[in-house]
């Protein structure tokens, strides 16, 4: 994004889409504060995990959504846009989905169900 931002109108970029999930935290180290010292938003893409991810049948997911009485998928929306500078891009096949993943919109999650799935879920080491 630096070397972006040196070229001319690379400032003019309107995102940043990068792979961002509860179970892939990675850009937490030093591209999401970036972004978010510069005031560009990031689109998530693969929010709910990607293909094969295990990260929706996680019970402490389960149970969070449980208490708020929607799905797991958005409970991990809810946690991806929490912040307010990400932007999250779910795939959907059907009405039925896309209903599912708008719920995360007026979904708010309290501090402490917060820090548990940041707890259960923690930034990688490497």
């Known amino acids: 994004m630096e070397d972006l931002f040196h070229i001319p109108q690379g400032?003019?970029?309107a995102t940043n889409q990068?792979?961002?999930n509860l179970g892939d935290r990675s850009i937490?180290?030093?591209l999401l504060p970036w972004c978010e010292r510069h005031s560009m938003p990031v689109m998530a893409y693969s929010p709910l995990g990607g293909p094969g991810?295990?990260?929706?049948g996680d019970p402490i997911l389960g149970r969070i959504a449980a208490a708020h009485a929607c799905s797991a998928a958005a409970v991990v929306l809810a946690w991806t846009i929490h912040g307010g500078n990400v932007i999250a891009i779910p795939e959907s096949g059907s009405m039925a989905h896309v209903k599912e993943n708008a719920v995360a919109l007026s979904l708010t999650l309290t501090p402490q169900e917060l820090?548990?799935?940041?707890a259960a879920h923690p930034l990688s080491g490497r």
């Not at 991810?53 to 929706?56: F, G, P, R």
């Open 11 to 13: 400032d003019r970029c």
């Open 18 to 20: 990068v792979l961002y």
């Open 28 to 30: 937490e180290r030093d």
């Open 53 to 56: 991810a295990s990260l929706l």
């Open 115 to 118: 820090q548990t799935l940041d």
